[in-house]
């Protein structure tokens, strides 16, 4: 069996996507380092984090000396939008809109003029955060042994399960080099997307898996790089559908789903394309590798 002229050769761009690949996730660690790690959300590092709406825009600088003057002087502050700023302070109480709404009031007392909205409040404990960043890191390993387990049972192959495996490190990385390049929380939230996106991935992933896999008892005496190629563009149309129509649901979050939401759809449609990209590009040229 012979590919058709209009089959795309995926596999020999194997060596450029690899680069690019790496090249991508170097850049996340280089970032990593030099910003000082990653930035955790107020469930992970404990605190008072509130998100206020102003009547009209300050300056960053007229902000904190604002907070200073009301001894929140190491309040971190983040600008959303010109009108939105989320301030994050250490200290905690069991009343969160009590920290938040005398924060409010040392806006509206040492700025001129400013009228504050609360939009939202949240007070995490040091010690219920640092259990939080436990449970969300055993998460993402029992994810990865489940999925193992999974892989071995369905496929009994050696060179599938490992490269399953290595695509699902390869998305989770790109996620939080993504993060860690363009410096955006981590939170509980971001924690289920990239779990969403394992899912989502290990299924594209077997799909093409179990096409190559049969591929290989139908095109028996054909080289492995051209079965697998035949095999993807086999499930190139259903792995374009299924990707467009799963994006576009998680753009309209992106675009009108606010700031609260922002780092889970961003790192769900991030992790939907990458997902997608390491099926084809890393998981099967992966496999090809431990194959031979």
């Known amino acids: 069996m012979a590919m058709s002229c209009s089959s795309i050769g995926f596999l020999k761009y194997r060596k450029v996507s690899g680069a690019v690949s790496i090249l991508f996730l170097l850049t996340g660690f280089a970032a990593y380092f030099y910003n000082g790690g990653f930035r ?6 404990g605190g008072t ?26 309040a971190v502050i983040r600008e959303f939008s010109p009108l939105e700023i989320a301030v994050r302070v250490k200290e905690f109480t069991n009343d969160s809109r009590g920290v938040s709404q005398r924060i409010k009031e040392s806006f509206e007392k040492n700025l001129e003029g400013a009228q504050v909205e609360i939009l939202e409040a949240n007070a995490v404990g040091a010690g219920v955060g640092g259990m939080l960043r ?32 290595v695509a699902l490190v390869h998305d989770v990385l790109a996620v939080l080099a993504l993060f860690a390049i363009t410096q ?8 289920s997307a990239i779990l969403a996106t394992l899912g989502y991935s290990i299924n594209d992933t077997i799909v093409i898996f179990s096409r190559i896999r049969d591929n290989f008892v139908k095109m028996r ?45 961003l790192a769900l449609l991030f992790g ?21």
């Open 134 to 165: 436990w449970n969300a890191l055993l998460a993402l390993v029992l994810c990865f042994l489940l999925m193992m387990g999974y892989i071995a049972g369905r496929f009994w192959s050696l060179p599938f399960g490992v490269a399953a495996v």
């Open 221 to 265: 005496g054909e080289p492995a790089d051209m079965v697998v190629d035949v095999s993807i563009n086999q499930t190139l149309r259903r792995t374009i559908l299924t990707s467009f129509s799963t994006a576009l649901v998680v753009l309209a979050l992106v675009v009108f789903g606010g700031e609260t939401l922002r780092g889970f759809s």
């Open 49 to 74: 984090q509130v998100l206020l709406k102003f009547n009209k825009e300050y300056g960053s600088d007229s902000v904190k000396s604002s907070l200073a003057k009301s001894g929140f002087g190491d």
């Open 184 to 191: 955006r929380e981590i939170s509980p939230h971001v924690v």
């Open 272 to 292: 939907i394309v990458v997902g997608t990209y390491s099926s084809i590009y890393i998981a099967s040229p992966v496999m090809l590798l431990l194959r031979r």
């Open 40 to 45: 955790y959300s107020v469930d992970f590092t």
